[in-house]
């Protein structure tokens, strides 16, 4: 079966950092661009970065650029959010995304949750 | 940045109705737009990719119109699990951006 599955969301203080993974099986994972997608509680969708297969190229949202990095260990299938200097407005179940060829996003994982509050 | 305007914001329809949901770009995306499903508490399904071309195991009564900037999410006969909320997503610039989302809702 194609999987994701994210782990490291939790309670964090403003200014603070936490590091998020996604855990990938099932599939090609050092072939696949992969993404993190966030939405905030009662809200829609954000995209908030992107990853190359081969990990040498990365996108980012706005409003993460500086303050979040993505990265990928294709030996152990794992993605990897590092999120610092946290914001409230950060609050948000983070999504990880296989992104097929065309970048369409085709398996999802189940979400961990991030809360940024003092 | 991509900004995709989704219209109407709810949409109230009852089951075996026909759903009609609108995505606007304000630059073109030539035909490079997608369209996810999600339910409450569960993760978004994709649904469309290059504006009309199904994900595999999408039901036939879901379809996918447009390009350049107006796009079309049809759903010609609505069945119970496809009251949801609806998203947008392009694939054109960086970085990719969603629509706000459509809920369709049981009237």
């Known amino acids: 079966d194609v999987q994701l599955l994210e782990s490291g969301g939790g309670l964090a203080q403003p200014g603070g950092s936490l590091t998020l993974s996604c855990a990938a099986s099932g599939f090609s994972f050092d072939t696949s661009a992969m993404h993190w997608v966030r939405q905030a509680p009662g809200k829609g969708l954000e995209w908030v970065s992107a990853i190359s297969g081969g990990g040498d190229r990365a996108n980012y949202a706005d409003s993460v650029k500086g303050r979040f990095t993505i990265s990928r260990d294709n030996f152990k299938s794992t993605l990897y959010l590092q999120l610092n200097s946290l914001r409230a407005e950060d609050t948000a179940v983070y999504y990880c995304a296989k992104a097929m060829v065309i970048d369409a996003f085709d398996v999802w994982g189940q979400g961990t949750m991030v809360t940024v509050s003092s | 940045e991509i900004v995709l305007t989704q219209s109407p914001a709810t949409l109230s329809l009852s089951p075996g109705e026909r759903a009609t949901l609108s995505c606007r770009a304000s630059q073109s995306v030539t035909r490079y737009l997608a369209w996810y499903q999600q339910t409450p508490g569960q993760a978004p399904r994709l649904l469309i990719y290059d504006a009309y071309v199904r994900a595999t195991g999408i039901p036939a009564r879901f379809s996918g119109s447009g390009s350049g900037t107006d796009f079309t999410l049809t759903i010609s006969s609505l069945e119970p699990e496809d009251f949801a909320t609806y998203y947008c997503?392009?694939?054109?610039?960086?970085?990719?951006?969603f629509g706000q989302g459509t809920k369709v809702e049981v009237k």
């Open positions: 997503q392009q694939r054109s610039n960086w970085p990719r951006t």
